[in-house]
């Protein structure tokens, strides 16, 4: 009977740790379920990042490197005219000599940095960095607009639709307006055309034709001058 009553002690207490192992496995396998599928989840936000980032331009760090000390070196002016103090000379002060030197040779550069046509393309770039040297960023606006609009929208791309997300304002229009006529009143000062000549005879029915004129003038008229007078005179055979 004691033999008996030891075997099924044993037997329950084989099942009771079996189970309990069976537990255990159980959780940890619960665990690894679940440190996959978080694990899943940062790949696929890093994947999404990494996308976002291969879209953006080329020297989009650089840019956001150069706009963030453009902010402090704005907070860094308005401290030292609260001061009193003269703020290009107390930047001078921070900066080492080889530093200066290469900033002084980098401003001499951009003096002049219009060298003459080259090419269209040349032309529209020089265009654009003026275009943009004259825009001021409101970056409170800018920040408030971040918040309120979605990010894949606020960061378009090729394949975002964003139609009706961003709204100009009146400000920004009336400022548009005023680049395009001051664009026109400048070509307006050195357009090509050139006035009507009165002395001039008029053989041409309208400007193309006169400029076609021109041309096989310039390449025949010593060769035709001759039966232009004649038929002029009216003593053409």
């Not at 978080?38 to 790949?43: G, R, S, W, Y």
């Not at 003459?116 to 960023?137: L, N």
């Not at 709204?167 to 090509?192: F, G, T, V």
């Not at 004129?213 to 055979?237: M, P, S």
């Amino acid at each position: 009977m004691d033999q008996k009553i030891v075997a099924s002690s044993s037997k329950n207490n084989e099942l009771s740790n079996a189970k309990d192992k069976k537990t255990e496995r159980l959780r940890k396998l619960r665990e690894l379920h679940m440190k996959r599928n978080e694990a899943c989840k940062l790949n696929h936000k890093e994947v999404i990042e990494e996308n976002k980032r291969q879209q953006l331009p080329a020297n989009w760090t650089r840019k956001q490197e150069w706009a963030k000390r453009k902010l402090e070196e704005d907070e860094e002016r308005v401290q030292a005219e609260q001061q009193n103090l003269d703020y290009e000379l107390e930047k001078l002060r921070d900066i080492q000599a080889d530093h200066a030197e290469q900033w002084e040779r980098r401003r001499s550069v951009k003096k002049n940095p219009d060298k003459g046509f080259s090419s269209f393309e040349d032309s529209a770039a020089r265009k654009y960095e003026r275009m943009i040297k004259q825009i001021k960023p409101d970056m409170e606006e800018y920040e408030q607009l971040k918040q309120t609009i979605p990010e894949e929208q606020f960061y378009a791309d090729k394949n975002s639709y964003v139609f009706g997300v961003h709204k100009d304002s009146k400000e920004a229009i009336d400022r548009l307006l005023d680049d395009m006529n001051k664009d026109c009143q400048k070509q307006a000062k050195y357009s090509r055309r050139r006035a009507f000549d009165d002395d001039n005879d008029i053989d041409y029915i309208n400007e193309r034709n006169m400029q076609f004129n021109k041309k096989i003038e310039r390449f025949y008229g010593k060769y035709t001058a001759e039966i232009k007078q004649n038929l002029e005179r009216g003593t053409a055979v």
